[in-house]
């Protein structure tokens, strides 16, 4: 199954390392995006021109000439941009996306590793996106950068693993949440120490960090960690914390920012932890206590890194945003900021990152190509 990889030089990438490029499934009327169709596809083309000042953007959607006439519309430059047209259910990349293992050396080849996502525990339909992988993966081939020595489907449908329940330091480290993976319709009856031990074989880890608490209001994931702890450079974890005793998160997010500092790196060394604010609360029904409705999971932590920059979610809040950015900002120093309005995406209960998934960019050596699937 393995012929051609040198296992032990496999490993799941972190997300500031060199990258070809970012997918997006892009918002469409028959979506639960419909009632504001026109504001979410303002917010992905806000996205789609920081990503292609960059590098390549991979536009998955059932109607890709229509997107097409979008982006040219707005004047992105379409020689950057990728489409790959099939049908879909919703937009969360992040979370039906490929999760792309490679080897780091010179007989590089890449994975994509094509694991069931079913609507966050059955919540929602997700038959449509859960196939996108299947169908993406020749056009992925035709696409990827050669020289491309091995490039390689690999189908993990039998186990449950959504890209935005884990975080990797690119050493061997897998940060995950006891609230997601061992949520209900997931991988039962797997326990925790059966979960990890499948993580750390299919990923090629060394190891997984477990955080016991932190959950935001209004999420439907059960407990996403890009909603709560990013890994950054030279062992930096970032995470949301609250200061304010009267909101519902202070306790449990002091938990976690407790246990954070019990952390030990591979290298057995503290971690550097960036504690980022927490926005202002956001109602689906605005501001007036008559009128607002559910609180949405609005959340600083929810960052993209791509070559070259940073995208971050705001929210109009100018204090918070700018102190979110600072801090960003000092975790990722050689790297631009480039702010994008959140309100609209977390109007569906994900922001920047649930939208978009990387593809890293490894090296290679020329040996030509070989396709395999299994």
């Given at each position: 199954m393995n012929e051609g990889y040198p296992e032990n030089n496999l490993v799941l990438p972190a997300e500031w390392e060199p990258q070809w490029g970012v997918q997006l499934t892009w918002p469409h009327e028959d979506s639960d995006w419909k009632p504001y169709l026109k504001e979410i596809t303002a917010t992905y083309i806000e996205m789609a021109r920081a990503i292609t000042r960059y590098e390549m953007l991979l536009v998955v959607a059932p109607d890709v000439e229509l997107v097409r006439?979008?982006?040219?519309?707005?004047?992105?430059?379409?020689?950057?941009?990728?489409?790959?047209?099939?049908?879909?259910?919703?937009?969360?990349?992040?979370?039906?996306?490929?999760?792309?293992?490679?080897?780091?050396?010179?007989?590089?080849?890449?994975?994509?590793?094509?694991?069931?996502?079913?609507?966050?525990?059955?919540?929602?339909?997700?038959?449509?996106?859960?196939?996108?992988?299947?169908?993406?993966?020749?056009?992925?081939?035709?696409?990827?950068?050669?020289?491309?020595?091995?490039?390689?489907?690999?189908?993990?449908?039998?186990?449950?693993?959504?890209g935005g329940s884990i975080e990797s330091d690119g050493k061997g480290t897998i940060f995950t949440t006891t609230d997601c993976l061992l949520a209900p319709n997931r991988n039962q009856p797997l326990t925790q120490q059966e979960i990890e031990e499948e993580l750390k074989r299919r990923l090629h880890a060394e190891r997984v960090l477990w955080i016991d608490y932190g959950h935001l209001e209004g999420d439907d994931t059960d407990g996403h960690i890009d909603t709560l702890v990013r890994i950054a450079p030279?062992?930096?974890?970032?995470?949301?914390?609250?200061?304010?005793?009267?909101?519902?998160?202070?306790?449990?997010?002091?938990?976690?920012?407790?246990?954070?500092?019990?952390?030990?790196?591979?290298?057995?060394?503290?971690?550097?932890?960036?504690?980022?604010?927490?926005?202002?609360?956001?109602?689906?029904?605005?501001?007036?206590?008559?009128?607002?409705?559910?609180?949405?999971?609005?959340?600083?932590?929810?960052?993209?890194?791509?070559?070259?920059?940073?995208?971050?979610?705001?929210?109009?809040?100018?204090?918070?945003?700018?102190?979110?950015?600072?801090?960003?900002?000092?975790?990722?120093?050689?790297?631009?900021?480039?702010?994008?309005?959140?309100?609209?995406?977390?109007?569906?209960?994900?922001?920047?990152h649930c939208c978009t998934m990387q593809f890293p960019l490894l090296p290679r050596k020329e040996e030509g190509r070989r396709r395999k699937e299994k």
């Open positions: 006439q979008q982006l040219a519309e707005a004047e992105i430059d379409l020689q950057k941009v990728v489409f790959h047209q099939c049908p879909t259910n919703d937009t969360w990349a992040r979370d039906h996306g490929f999760i792309t293992c490679g080897v780091r050396s010179e007989e590089c080849g890449v994975r994509l590793l094509d694991f069931q996502f079913n609507g966050w525990g059955k919540k929602f339909e997700a038959e449509k996106d859960n196939a996108i992988n299947k169908s993406l993966y020749p056009t992925l081939f035709s696409l990827l950068p050669p020289p491309s020595s091995l490039l390689e489907y690999e189908n993990h449908l039998d186990f449950v693993l959504e030279d062992d930096t974890l970032l995470y949301i914390g609250c200061d304010d005793e009267t909101d519902p998160h202070y306790e449990d997010l002091k938990k976690m920012e407790q246990q954070l500092t019990t952390f030990r790196t591979i290298e057995d060394k503290s971690y550097r932890l960036f504690k980022l604010p927490m926005p202002n609360p956001i109602y689906e029904g605005g501001e007036r206590r008559e009128e607002r409705g559910e609180r949405l999971p609005a959340t600083y932590a929810n960052f993209l890194v791509i070559n070259g920059a940073v995208l971050v979610p705001i929210y109009q809040q100018p204090e918070k945003d700018k102190e979110a950015i600072r801090i960003i900002q000092e975790a990722f120093p050689d790297r631009e900021m480039i702010p994008i309005d959140s309100r609209t995406i977390i109007r569906q209960h994900g922001s920047i």
